[in-house]
């Protein structure tokens, strides 16, 4: 018969260096690569049909739009404009109506904007890949076409 004792010395080594007895905290799921992406479709009767989205402080998000309507750009054309917490979104829109040549975005008041889509015709998409800001908060986000706001074409971006 064999002897395949192991001296005490050695099993003591291994059993301290495997980490035995020892309360490790579990280790962090790795954050996932890349952009997530939020898909919002807007129609011709002025309303995005995602109203609230929710992200964490420095997420990479990405929008996409898409305009599901017939109408012409021209009487029907919708845009997506994240402005940052804390702005007048009533004030902005009043601006935006003055702003045709501009796709309907004030210049005056461009420091407001997060992130943007421009206007986009029927059946068209359009997207925008961004941070989202590291500030826990209520982002609002509006169509600024003509009167689009007015009647509800909103939402807001909760960073949480």
């Known amino acids: 018969m064999k002897n395949y004792s192991v001296p005490f010395s050695l099993a003591l080594a291994v059993l301290l260096s495997s980490g035995c007895g020892q309360n490790n905290p579990p280790t962090p ?25 929710e992200a964490k402080p420095g ?40 702003a045709k040549d501009t796709g309907y975005i004030p210049l005056s008041l461009q420091d407001e904007i997060v992130a943007q889509i421009p206007l986009l015709g029927p059946r068209k998409s359009g997207e925008i890949a961004f941070t989202v800001p590291a500030a826990p908060g209520e982002y609002p986000y509006l169509c600024t076409f003509p009167a689009h706001f007015q009647v509800g074409m909103h939402g807001v971006l909760v960073v949480k």
Do not use: C
């Open 59 to 98: 997420e990479q998000l990405t929008i996409v739009l898409t305009n599901a309507g017939t109408m012409p750009i021209e009487s029907m054309g919708h845009n997506w404009v994240l402005l940052k917490a804390g702005s007048d979104v009533a004030a902005f829109d009043t601006a935006a109506i003055q």
């Open 29 to 53: 799921a790795a954050a996932p690569s890349g952009p997530r992406t939020v898909e919002i479709t807007a129609s011709d009767t002025m309303k995005y049909d995602v109203s609230s989205i």
